[in-house]
């Protein structure tokens, strides 16, 4: 066993830990603003350390460029989804109880077009 297969392990079972946590938080958590955190922070960070536990054992290859771009995919497309799915749970009202501080109440969101 090398040093590389050590490192794979620790990535690869690292973020599948982190991966499990972000299933049960959205099985388990009351509200959609606690769910959606679930889903977006540590899945993503999960899915990085498991790409990187990938790229780590596949150095050299060709498909390490493929595992960056779905890293670099994920990094930019969840921020986005979280944000949507918290804009659409606060106008369909399903957060106000949860709120600690409505910001947003003087300063509403624009109607999707």
Do not use: W
Request: overall charge negative; cysteine-free.
């Amino acid at each position: 066993m090398t040093i590389a297969d050590v490192i794979t392990a620790v990535l690869i079972l690292s973020g599948s830990g982190l991966a499990l946590t972000a299933a049960i938080g959205v099985v388990r958590f009351p509200d959609t603003l606690t769910r959606m955190h679930a889903a977006s922070k540590p899945q993503v960070l999960g899915l990085l350390l498991v790409l990187a536990g990938a790229a780590v054992q596949l150095r050299g290859h060709p498909d390490v460029g493929m595992i960056i771009l779905a890293g670099l995919f994920t990094l930019f497309t969840a921020p986005v989804v979280a944000n949507r799915v918290g804009q659409l749970a606060y106008r369909e009202q399903n957060v106000q109880e949860s709120l600690v501080a409505d910001e947003l109440k003087h300063n509403p969101l624009p109607d999707p077009e």
